[in-house]
T-cell receptor, first 110, second 113 residues
């Protein structure tokens, strides 16, 4: 099945730094979701985007629905140790299944 | 806590065996989805049920089957297990049938030896 390309694949950053990651697709989507997964746990929904160009924040997290509808971006500001985990994007064209990205592994160095 | 529960948390079995994974959706959610997550494949959609009926099928093998019961809990049956079936199996739920925002359970880690 289709898989979304996420980059970077992994990141090692200092505590306090900002983080940016993105997700691209060859198809257009009507919904983009961003999840965080801790080791051995299920993905937890962070942000949902439903409209091209939409910018949505959840605390220190901000995500954007790309205007081409083929990409989305997630930014984390002032990273802290508990931000460690794998971040997944997921895209959907209305009524169809969600396709998930390959994940970005984030390590925050105290 | 997403409100989605899955049992068991861990399962170790042998090749050729059959196992059943169980999922209870969030209160009020009528849709249940099953996903497989392996190291080299990422999250793969297997199957969706809505209010007891199969709604959508993804990359589900013929050896795998699922059902959703009247109380809305769901079971994923994996048979003739192979080493490659070792993975994390997640259940997710949502209110509507149209695969909108989904909330994931903690997963069942299956190890086939």
């Amino acid at each position: 099945g289709q898989q979304l390309n996420q980059s970077p694949q992994s990141m090692f950053i200092q505590e306090g730094e900002d983080v940016s990651m993105n997700c691209t697709s060859s198809s257009i989507f009507n919904t983009w979701l961003w999840y965080k997964q801790d080791p051995g746990e299920g993905p937890v929904l962070l942000i949902a985007l439903y409209k091209a160009g939409e910018l949505t924040s959840n605390g220190r997290l901000t995500a954007q629905f790309g205007i081409t509808r083929k990409d989305s971006f997630l930014n984390i500001s002032a990273s802290i140790p508990s931000d460690v985990g794998i971040y997944f994007c997921a895209g959907q064209y209305t009524g169809n299944q969600f396709y998930f990205g390959t994940g970005t592994s984030l390590t925050v160095i105290p | 806590d997403s409100g989605v529960t899955q049992t068991p948390k861990h399962l170790i079995t042998a090749t050729g065996q059959r196992v059943t994974l169980r999922c209870s959706p969030r209160s009020g959610d009528l849709s249940v989805y099953w996903y497989q997550q392996s190291l080299d494949q990422g999250l793969q959609f297997l199957i969706q049920y809505y209010n007891g009926e199969e709604r959508a099928k993804g990359n589900i093998l013929e050896r795998f089957s699922a059902q959703q019961f009247p109380d809305l809990h769901s079971e994923l049956n994996l048979s003739s297990l192979e080493l490659g079936d070792s993975a994390l199996y997640f259940c997710a739920s949502s209110v509507l049938p149209t695969q909108e925002t989904q909330y994931f359970g903690p997963g069942t880690r299956l190890l086939v030896l």
